[in-house]
């Protein structure tokens, strides 16, 4: 698996990529593609860095990441759909842990807790449980 940063030409790949991740783990997340190409733009313009893994040359999935005040904040791990469950998104971790991220760093990602897929993925690659985020409306 090779990856490359992603250049201004993946724009669209990645919004919809994020709305299709927005749709599986079934986020409250606005999913209009206006909405999502400015946010991504915003990430990409502050700080982020969106890495487009490949395989023989087909995109597979991305990963975008900033550094925060403790190490590393990974805020989208996606794997392409029909490309699931064949050790992609262990790889991607491994590669983001091994070869991008500073060494002995802290790792911090959210996941919804309903997200049932998610929080076995993140555990079976090495996350442990830290901190419960809560919410409520105005
Ligand atoms: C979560 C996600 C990145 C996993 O990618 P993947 O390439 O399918 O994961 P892998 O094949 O590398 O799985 C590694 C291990 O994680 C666990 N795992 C992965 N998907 C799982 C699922 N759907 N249910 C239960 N365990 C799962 C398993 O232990 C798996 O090992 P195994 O296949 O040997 O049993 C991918 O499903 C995805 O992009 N989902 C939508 C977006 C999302 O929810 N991202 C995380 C939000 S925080």
Redesign the pocket.
Known sequence: MRYRVATDGDLDHLVDWNR??IE??RADTPRDEAFLRDRMRDFLADGYRALIFEEAGVPV?YALFRPDEYGILLR??????A???????????ERLVAEIFPRSARIK????VH???????????GFTDHSVALVRRT
């Open positions: 299709q991740l599986d783990e999935g989208h791990l996606f794997v392409d759909r490309r699931r469950r064949r050790g992609v998104g262990r790889c991607m971790v990602l959210e996941v919804l997200n049932d897929r998610g929080l076995a993925f993140w555990r079976a690659v």
